[in-house]
């Protein structure tokens, strides 16, 4: 019984082991990263892992191959769900959102992306569990002149308050926040 019992640990901690050695291993292609914005009296902190183009096509149509195809779900990064947490209640290109955290998908499209927010946190990127949406807007994009080969977000101060910035390849979706 004790026997049975120490091989049952020894699986338990080799399983572990293992788990944390592929998570590192796939987090040194995608790195972690935090996107944080507070002076504007808007307090937003968004965590996520960031991607490489590795000379792909990141964003197009499904039958080209494209790594995020128009009209998909895409976690917006890479292994586990983005997360974006809002220290107080905001607009979101006019919706509101109550202060927390969700996770950020968004689907690409060739001139509007749609930005999703999800209560579901804490799961891998690819489980989306679209019967937990809490709101979804359509955001313009525009075109950047150089290549971003990293995925990167970012935010940008407007007088109206930020606009978050999505930004891989040559697009940029651009999602504004305003106060409450």
């Keep these: 019984m004790k026997k049975a019992l120490l091989i049952g640990l ?3 901690v080799l399983g572990l082991i293992i788990f944390s050695g592929v998570r590192m291993y796939t987090k040194s292609f995608s790195p972690e990263a935090v996107a944080q914005i507070t002076k504007t009296g808007l307090g937003i902190n968004v ?12 964003f197009g149509r499904d ?5 995020s195809p128009y009209g ?24 509101p959102v109550k202060a927390g955290t969700y996770s950020l998908y968004s689907v690409p499209g060739q001139s509007t992306w749609k930005i999703i927010l999800n209560a579901e946190t804490g799961q891998w990127g690819t489980e989306y569990n679209d019967g937990k949406n809490v709101l979804t807007v359509e955001v313009p994009i525009r075109i950047r002149h150089t ?4 995925f990167n977000i970012y935010f940008e101060e407007v007088p109206e308050g930020v606009n978050m910035i999505l930004s891989w ?3 940029e979706a651009v999602v ?5």
Excluded: C
């Design 10 to 12: 020894g699986i338990i």
């Design 47 to 58: 965590k996520y892992s960031r991607p490489s183009k590795k000379g792909r096509l990141i």
């Design 63 to 67: 039958q080209d191959n494209a790594l």
């Design 72 to 95: 998909k779900v895409w976690r917006t990064g890479a292994n586990e769900a983005t997360l974006i947490e809002f220290q107080q209640d905001v607009l979101m290109l006019g919706q």
């Design 147 to 150: 290549v971003q080969e990293q």
């Design 169 to 171: 390849d040559q697009t």
């Design 176 to 180: 504004p926040f305003t106060h409450k």
